[in-house]
């Protein structure tokens, strides 16, 4: 079972940047990526829509013989995750949890802004989960939707991208937050602007990073780490998308470190 590839999902392109972060902490883990590219957004969903859909990508992606679960994408994480880990028999993660805990952790002012879809911020699961870790942090938190069509068209340092990012974060600019939680797999493209729009008294928190620690720990724990011979050469990923394969491709060759040149396309309301 160890040798079998990790399962990672997102409702498209963001949740890379997940499966980017694994790659580097865990070169020797093999990743099976699904982006429902037919599909996408999530962010503006109903919970009963996202719950059925992360249900038939992980039916796909036990097809695939997965040994673990990535949920890499908020909104997913923030619907369906509790719904769907009782239902598996294979250890789960989501990118929410990972990620509130380490603002909580971090946090010197005790005030945590939290950015990401409309749904993940309507779920409230990021004030609820550091809540959870100390209820006296508090959180303001706040749905910027037009920055994923924004970065999906490739607009990472345009102006107009400035503009909407600046007006989205003016509450937070009047506030004494010192951490801001990246909530969407597709911000941490944007950090340097953000960055330089917070300035750099706010410390930005991208869930990517500490999913894929917490997935080093849970792999770990299950005594599943892949100790084999590592080939590093980015041919132990493969890549399914719900549609547009082509375009898909694009966008992971900019972001991954790794050129991917096949994508395979499944009918994912079939399972
Ligand atoms: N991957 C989604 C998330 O992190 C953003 C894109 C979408 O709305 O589907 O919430």
Redo the contacts with the bound molecule.
Sequence with gaps: MKYEPVGVF???V??LTVAREIMRQLPKERIVYFGDTAR?????KSQETIIRYSRQIIRFLKTRNVKAIVVA????SAFALDTIQPELDIPIIG?VKPGAKIAAETTRSGKVGVI??E??IRSRIYTETIAKHDPNIQVMAKACPLL?PLVEEGWLKDKITVEVATRYLQPFLESDVDTLIM????YPLLRSMLRRILGNQVNLVNPAYETARGLKRLLQDNDLVNDGKCTADGKHYEFYVSDAAEKFMEFANNILPYDIDNTQLIHIEEY
């Design positions: 997102d409702s498209g963001g949740g996408v957004p999530y962010g503006s994408c908020n909104t997913a990118v990401g879809t749904g993940t994923v909530g969407c797999t597709h």
